[in-house]
């Protein structure tokens, strides 16, 4: 069963109320109510603790699960008069919406599927508008707690949905309900909530609308449609590989984070997925806000944020914090399932990492320090998993020690971009309160070149941004181009460069690489550099003449091309021309 065919089973919408009955049994109908809230409740526990790692039995489950509550809510909504009249509150309705809210984003959060993201906001919202917890808010503080946590999800849902103006108005509410709490009941019994305030806060400082002036996700609108992208010559490869599922996972000390997301992974998560509609997208407006909104500017959105004319988002299992072994189940599983034409994705973004171990050259901490081999991530770790393709983004100070996977494969070659080793020292750029200036170029690279400028939202008039966007894209549509038609391109890049996720990182990650060897403040310091493996074409290669050209005439936009080193032969006026022609 589709998502599509689910959301017309629980009507949120029509729950009004009705008399009902329930003449075919002697069975009071509250009796009836509580054991299909008991039976729904058992089967939620369940579903809610199954591990990434058995999807099938999740998905067979999820479906189990969704029928009970399907027949809980019809029943609560054919029967509401008589329910209220045996003692039913409406909290405890709103108590079932939010649990089908809660099923419907876990199942999202699992597939990918969009349409069950759009029907978690649906019924979240319906809780907002009718206010299901608002009687005995302050006198009960299990019903304090129900609401704190419903409006913690509905923001989670909604900065999913990058619907910023209600996460806004949520993160209001929520602030303003916890100090309420605080002066009404035992203040002690609200500081994890206050954290979450907290949590929450630091999250959109980072999070700002700057970094969503376009959306991070693939847009028809804004990015090469995919039946336009070229082709890699057949003697280069025959194959054609799809992005079908993608492990993302990250581990900071203090990393920027709200609930398990955080802002590294979020963004990727993003940047793997398609956006809805290009009618979403509107530009308009001069220069961004002091606070970061743009206006009319902004991303809007219809109601249903589902798209049927989209192909499926490729598969993702976001995984906070996980134990080595956990990580390794999740890669096995996927592993397995992956279908024969499709290539996983394994993101890693981490802080630390540690020296050589016996036969290894060098590792990387995922977890707390502490017991070295239980919290460290090798080389060899991934070797097992090199039987079916493979493309690895790490971001880590030792990201270069994974090099050795592609001289030990066990049948197929692993794709790798590799982050730089040290990052430029910018205090705007800190991984604890931006997240990682890596990822950022490969999820927002336009964001990226002008964060590492020191330019921020309130620095930059917006139609002078869309111009730098503009030309960014023609640009990296041209690599694109080049590298499709390069007659040296290694197959494994070519048997994946048509897949538009994986071509759209490739060529951001050839814009950064281009970005940091002109960065004057780290000119001709390979240490800040990032590395592919296997390596890209040499005539695609940094310092080519046309990737001066676009950055030379990116810094010339913000005023900035003091702050890179470029060839005496390439000059501003070399590219005016085209320069002209970006008009909006």
């Not at 990434?52 to 809980?72: A, E, G, I, P, W």
């Not at 630390?352 to 995922?366: D, P, V, W």
């Not at 964001?447 to 730098?468: E, H, P, R, V, Y």
């Not at 060529?507 to 296997?534: M, S």
């Amino acid at each position: 069963m589709s998502s599509q065919q689910m959301q017309m089973q629980i009507q949120i919408q029509n729950s009004g109320g009705g008399s009902g009955n329930n003449n075919s049994s002697n069975i009071p109908v509250s009796e009836v109510f509580w054991t299909l809230v008991d039976k729904a409740d058992k089967k939620f526990s369940k579903i809610r603790d199954l591990p990434f790692y058995q999807r099938s039995r999740h998905d067979t489950y999820f479906y189990k699960v969704f029928k009970v509550y399907t027949q809980l809510w019809k029943f609560q909504q054919e029967n509401r008069q008589k329910l209220i009249e045996a003692g039913l509150k409406r909290w405890e309705i709103g108590e079932i919406a939010s649990r089908i809210g809660q099923l419907y984003f876990g199942q999202y959060m699992r597939t990918s599927d969009a349409n069950y993201l759009s029907e978690s906001y649906i019924f979240y919202e319906a809780i907002l508008t009718r206010e299901y917890f608002k009687e005995g808010l302050f006198q009960d503080v299990n019903i304090a707690n129900k609401q704190l946590r419903f409006l913690a999800r509905f923001i989670m849902v909604c900065l999913v949905l990058n619907r910023r103006e209600m996460v806004q108005q949520l993160v209001n509410q929520l602030k303003v309900l916890v100090d309420e709490c605080k002066r009404t009941f035992q203040e002690s019994d609200f500081k994890e909530w206050k954290l979450v305030v907290q949590e929450i806060l630091r999250f959109l400082k980072a999070e700002t609308a700057f970094m969503n002036i376009r959306p991070l996700r693939y847009s028809l609108v804004l990015d090469s449609h995919p039946d336009t992208l070229p082709h890699v010559a057949a003697a280069i490869t025959k194959r054609h590989l799809k992005l079908r599922d993608a492990v993302l996972s990250s581990f900071h000390p203090n990393e920027v984070k709200y609930s398990e997301l955080t802002i590294d992974t979020f963004r990727m998560l993003q940047c793997l997925e398609w956006e809805p509609s290009g009618l979403f997208y509107q530009s308009s407006g001069s220069k961004l806000s002091q606070n970061g909104a743009t206006g009319t500017s902004r991303i809007s959105y219809i109601q249903d944020i589902a798209d049927p004319t989209l192909p499926a988002n490729p598969r993702k299992a976001v995984l906070y914090r996980p134990s080595l072994t956990h990580f390794i189940a999740v890669l096995a599983t996927i592993c397995e399932e992956l279908p024969s034409d499709g290539i996983l994705l394994v993101y890693l973004s981490a802080s630390g990492y540690c020296g050589s171990a016996q036969n290894e050259s060098g590792c990387i901490h995922f977890g707390p320090r502490g017991d070295r081999g239980s919290n460290c991530i090798y080389p060899s770790d991934f070797v097992p998993f090199t039987r079916r393709p493979l493309l690895l983004v790490i971001d880590n100070d030792n990201s270069k020690a994974f090099k050795v996977i592609a001289e030990a494969e066990k049948g197929e070659s692993v794709a790798m971009l590799l982050s730089p080793s040290c990052s430029p020292a910018l205090s705007d750029c800190s991984h604890n309160s931006n997240g990682s200036l890596f990822t950022m170029f490969l999820t927002a690279p336009l964001q990226a070149f002008c964060m590492l400028l020191g330019l921020s939202g309130t620095d930059i008039d917006l139609d002078t941004f869309n111009k730098a966007e503009m030309l960014l894209s023609s640009s990296l549509n041209n690599w694109g181009l080049a590298l499709a038609t390069s007659d040296t391109l290694n197959p494994v890049w070519g048997q994946i460069l048509g897949d538009p996720f994986i071509r759209r990182l490739l060529l951001r990650f050839i814009f950064c690489q281009a970005v940091l060897t002109l960065y004057a403040p780290v000119y001709n310091d390979n240490k800040f550099l990032p590395t592919c493996v296997p390596s890209l074409p040499t005539p695609v290669l940094p310092p080519s003449y046309s990737y001066q050209s676009v950055i030379l005439n990116l810094a010339s936009m913000f005023g900035a091309t003091k702050r890179f080193i470029f060839s005496e032969d390439v000059l501003p006026e070399s590219m005016q021309t085209n320069m002209n022609q970006l008009t909006l």
